[in-house]
């Protein structure tokens, strides 16, 4: 069974930048999709960022294109989110998903088409 671990969270100002990880551990050749959520308090997860497993073809939400990128290190089976132009819309609890059914690409920053969480890690942008 897959199992996420989330690193990197922390404060950082406006303009700053951060990297999110996240390990995984029992990955499985079905791993479809890995993506990134987050989460602001009084507010529904939000899709950030999504990438397909065996292609690399990545997909973002509108509010991050151009500031973020989504990565993958097989061999170290860590999936990254590197962060740049952070504002305080950026700021909430970063949670990293794995899915293991087939789904449309289009749905790949929906949360149900996820099948495992991590356990999600905060970041916190102030000016």
């Known amino acids: 069974q897959v199992q996420l671990v989330e690193s990197g969270g922390g404060s950082v100002q406006t303009g700053g930048s951060l990297r999110l990880s996240c390990e995984t551990s029992g990955y499985s050749y079905n791993t479809l999709y890995l993506g990134w959520f987050r989460q602001a308090p009084g507010t529904e997860r939000e899709g950030v960022a999504a990438?397909?497993?065996?292609?690399?073809?990545?997909y973002y939400a509108d509010s991050v294109k151009g500031r973020f990128t989504i990565s993958q290190d097989n061999a170290k089976k860590t999936l990254y989110l590197q962060m740049s132009s952070l504002n305080s819309e950026d700021t909430g609890i970063y949670y990293c998903a794995a899915a293991l059914r087939k789904s449309w690409r289009w749905l790949l920053l929906r949360a149900e088409t996820y099948d495992r969480w991590g356990q999600g890690t905060q970041v916190t942008v102030s000016s």
């Open positions: 990438i397909v497993t065996d292609d690399g073809a990545t």
